[in-house]
């Protein structure tokens, strides 16, 4: 029988031989996940087909931006191993030092593992198939990571913490009832929203409650909910002192999920002791949505913009000469701006030249927008970037998420989580 330590030996091994079809067709690997390879394909070409699949599989939903941690796992393993980088060369693509790169590479690589462990345990005639799990596999482990790729996977939205705990409390109900327990909610009107997926957030109380009521003081629990700076603070009430301490959140079947999939939101779980009493607390963050100035004197291209960036839930201001864009920048400072150049009266470059010179908006993005490729001409007179219309959806995204997540961006991203108390 293979354990998955030597399992994991063999996708280490593999991954380094990726376009070598002599060390693929013969190796371990290709034995345990290709056992029946077909007439049309070697086992070697199967084995590589099912690797860069895996690869593929780390790759975050679209609608997370390009530059945002989440993908870095994904990039490495893709440049390191399909694109056939040198970790140095993926180091320079990537702007990242040696120690961060191989704690990306490492983690991707547990999860690339994890999840052809899953697939060679689910093939027919597999010793490691069998009703018991492997020795060496931790089922919480795995539960957090089915949790977090579920998580990553889903759809996120402006979630309210009004309308979650609306929706979660006749469930709360219905297992305090079960359990003699008496589930009390408070939270104050206009709590800042989050983002994330509501079924994900309904899963994170969930899994939650029963772990507080093991630990609960009395037979009362109370989830009170306030605003804390750039987050929303969750704390359920009620748990004795003595016996959170001897809670290991990491060794806690429902502590363990949650946190995974807080982890995916920028959140973070933990108990606090003080005195007699303890609490058991969780944060998300919360954002104002992106704001997004276009300036360009066609109406069809701020609602083609606006199709486009529906996805990033953010706020988009239309301006079609220069007048109505020092009346948009009274109002308040976009965070980027997508500029258009062949305007009647004045046109882009005069824009662009007001917009570089004003301190107040001087250090916005602005990317232009233009029939015209004159990519060094907008680079050099201060665009941060030029796109070449028609331009698709995906191109768009791409550099709105790049501009958006820069650290000298002015735009306020998602807040990370609290440091540690």
């Known amino acids: 029988m293979i354990s998955k330590t030597q399992f994991s030996r063999y996708v280490k091994d593999a991954l380094a031989g990726f376009y070598d079809p002599a060390h693929l067709e013969t190796h371990p690997l290709s034995r345990c996940l290709i056992p029946n390879p077909s007439p049309q394909e070697t086992r070697g070409l199967a084995l590589r087909e099912v690797l860069a699949e895996t690869i593929e599989m780390l790759r975050p939903s679209n609608v997370i931006a390009f530059s945002h941690p989440e993908w870095m796992g994904y990039r490495v393993m893709r440049q390191r191993y399909v694109e056939c980088l040198s970790p140095d060369e993926v180091c320079d ?9 191989y704690r990306h590479h490492r983690a991707a690589l547990a999860a690339v593992t994890d999840i052809l462990w899953q697939r060679y345990q689910r093939l027919p005639g597999s010793e490691a ?3 018991e799990p492997p020795v060496d596999v931790d089922p919480r482990s795995h539960a957090r990571a089915e949790a977090t790729a579920l998580a990553r996977s889903s759809h996120r939205r402006r979630v309210s913490p009004s309308d979650a ?4 409390l006749p469930l709360l109900n219905l297992y305090g009832q079960q359990e003699g327990l008496e589930i009390t909610v408070a939270a104050p009107a206009g709590l800042p929203a989050t983002y994330a997926d509501p079924a994900m957030l309904r899963q994170i109380i969930l899994n939650l409650i029963p772990e507080a009521a093991a630990m609960a003081k009395t037979e009362a629990l109370t989830l009170l909910v306030e605003p804390r ?6 704390v359920l009430h009620g748990l004795d002192a003595e016996e959170a301490a001897g809670c290991d959140v990491a060794e806690t079947d429902g502590l363990v999920v949650s946190q995974g999939l807080l982890d995916v939101y920028g959140g973070r779980l933990w108990l606090e002791c003080k005195g007699e009493e303890a609490t058991l607390r969780f944060t998300l963050p919360t954002a104002r949505p992106w ?35 020092a009346q948009r920048l009274a109002d308040g400072l976009p965070d980027l701006v997508l500029l258009d150049v062949l305007m009647p009266n004045e046109d882009g470059w005069s824009v662009l030249q007001r917009l570089r010179t004003d301190p107040t908006t001087a250090d916005v993005p602005v990317v232009i927008c233009s029939m015209l490729s004159q990519p060094r001409l907008g680079l050099a007179l201060g665009a941060t970037a030029v796109l070449q219309k028609p331009i698709s959806q995906e191109d768009l ?3 709105v998420a790049q501009l958006l997540h820069r650290e000298d961006s002015p735009a306020t991203v998602h807040p990370t989580a ?4």
């Open 93 to 101: 693509e990537l702007g990242l030092g040696r120690t961060t790169y």
């Open 129 to 131: 198939a069998a009703d």
């Open 165 to 168: 705990l609306r929706d979660v």
């Open 229 to 234: 700076g750039g987050h929303v603070e969750w």
């Open 291 to 325: 704001t997004i100035l276009i300036v360009d004197d066609k109406p069809e291209a701020a609602q083609l913009y606006q199709r486009y960036l529906q996805d990033l839930d953010c706020v988009l201001w239309a301006a079609s000469d220069a007048q109505e864009v």
């Open 397 to 399: 995204l791409q550099t």
């Open 418 to 421: 609290p440091p540690s108390p």
